[in-house]
Structure formats: structure tokens, C-alpha cells
């Protein structure tokens, strides 16, 4: 069964860094079709795709967060992190971690996890 | 980015009626980069469709999607108590990947 877990603080102050961590199991971050992803939702907003990264440590970034990402992973411990720098009130989200699968005709998010709420504030 | 704008923001139906819900893309998506998922209150999100027509594992056959290019569609042929929910569009053509902004299936 593939699981995904997300794990961080619950509270952030404003200009301080995130640093989340998403725990997997069921499959393996060496899977050349695996990857994983980064997503969040602000309370009764939509998703937003925050970054990316797959099996061979290629990585890839929404650059709307300009440079304020760093995703990087643990192979030995099935473990996927993403730093989030100069935390501001409106990066108040839940944050979701998902396995990307890539079967080569199509990339999708086909299994997630139950997200982390992060709230930013003084 | 490739903006998705769904339509309706909001579809009051019964169960057992039929739901049509649009996404429209501002460029150009294949079709094999657009994909639909459900989330209800309080849980993730779930895979319904990817490459714009294919049903993921254990989704119902009541789910079916269309489309190509900018233009693409998420079918509920009878809407099930299970149902109601909000559905969302995602593209992985281009980077940065992008979802839409929602439209909430609510029991009328």
C-alpha cells in the first residue's frame, strides 16, 4: 500500500523558514517512474503546485514563489523535504505532499497525502 | 502560465442527475497533460481522471472526461450522494503545473 505523510510545525512566525517533510512508503524514490510533489491550499482556495522532484534528483520549482523553494530528498529514509524560505502570512496553507507518477505518456498525482495546515503569524 | 478557468464556480444539482463541468485552458494542453481530481471537506484530493479521458484505479464509470487543446470536460452521468463535492483540473504541460480554481458540486 503507498503511503505519504507530511510532518512540520504548526506555527510559523512571519519572516521565518518552513521546513516540511514528507514520509513515504510502498514505493521507492529510486523508481525511475516515481517522483514526488509539493501542493498547497490556503483555507477555501484552490490547489497551487509548488515544486517537484523525481527519481534521477531532477527538480522543478513554481517560480511564482521566486527562489523561496528548495526541494531535496532522503532515499534511505523515504523521506522528500521542502524548505520554504521568508514565511509571510500568505503562505497560511495546508500543505500536501503526493506521489508523482510519470508512466511516460502522462505525469500525474495519483496518490497524497493528508496534508499539514501551516499558519503563519506572530 | 497556463491559466485554467473552470465553469461553473458553483452546479446545485439532485442526485441521480447528470453534471457537466468545464475547463478551459489559455493555451493549448494535450491532452495527455490534463487531469481531474475530487477533493471533499477536510481531505486531499483524489485522482478521477488523467490524460484527459482515462478513468485512474476505482474510479466509477459514471466519471468519464473529454476534450483537447484548451477545451475539456469532466462528466458525472448520475451524481451519487458521494458525489457532491469539488472537482478541479490540473495541467502538467507546462511549467509552472497549474489547477484551476474549482467548481463545487452541491446537492440542490
Known amino acids: 500500500q503507498v503511503t505519504l505523510k507530511e510532518s512540520g510545525p504548526v506555527l510559523v512566525k512571519p519572516t521565518e523558514i518552513l521546513t516540511l517533510t514528507c514520509t513515504v512508503s510502498?514505493?521507492?524514490?529510486?523508481?525511475?517512474?516515481?517522483?514526488v510533489t509539493w501542493i498547497r491550499q490556503p483555507p477555501g482556495k484552490a490547489l497551487e503546485w509548488l515544486a517537484h522532484i523525481l527519481s534521477n534528483d531532477e527538480k522543478s520549482y513554481n517560480t511564482s514563489l521566486k527562489n523561496r523553494l528548495t526541494i531535496s530528498k532522503d532515499t534511505s529514509k523515504s523521506q522528500v523535504f521542502l524548505v520554504m524560505t521568508n514565511l509571510d502570512p500568505l503562505d497560511t496553507a495546508t500543505y500536501y505532499c503526493?506521489?508523482?507518477?510519470?508512466?511516460?505518456?502522462?505525469?500525474?498525482?495519483?496518490?497524497w497525502g493528508q496534508g499539514t495546515m501551516v499558519t503563519v503569524s506572530s | 502560465d497556463i491559466v485554467l478557468t473552470q465553469s461553473p464556480g458553483t452546479l446545485s444539482l439532485s442526485p441521480g442527475e447528470r453534471a457537466t463541468l468545464s475547463c478551459r485552458a489559455s493555451q493549448s494542453v494535450r491532452y495527455s497533460d490534463l487531469a481531474w481530481y475530487q477533493q471533499k471537506p477536510g481531505q486531499a484530493p483524489r485522482l478521477l481522471i488523467y490524460g484527459a479521458s482515462s478513468r485512474a484505479t476505482g474510479i466509477p464509470d459514471r466519471f468519464s472526461g473529454s476534450g483537447s487543446g484548451t477545451d475539456f470536460t469532466l462528466t458525472i452521468s448520475r451524481l451519487e450522494p458521494e458525489d457532491f463535492a469539488v472537482y478541479y483540473c490540473?495541467?502538467?504541460?507546462?511549467?509552472?503545473?497549474?489547477f484551476g480554481q474549482g467548481t463545487k458540486v452541491e446537492v440542490k
Open positions: 490540473q495541467q502538467s504541460e507546462r511549467s509552472p503545473w497549474t
Open positions: 510502498g514505493f521507492s524514490l529510486t523508481n525511475a517512474r516515481m517522483g
Open positions: 503526493a506521489r508523482l507518477y510519470d508512466s511516460g505518456w502522462s505525469a500525474t498525482f495519483d496518490v
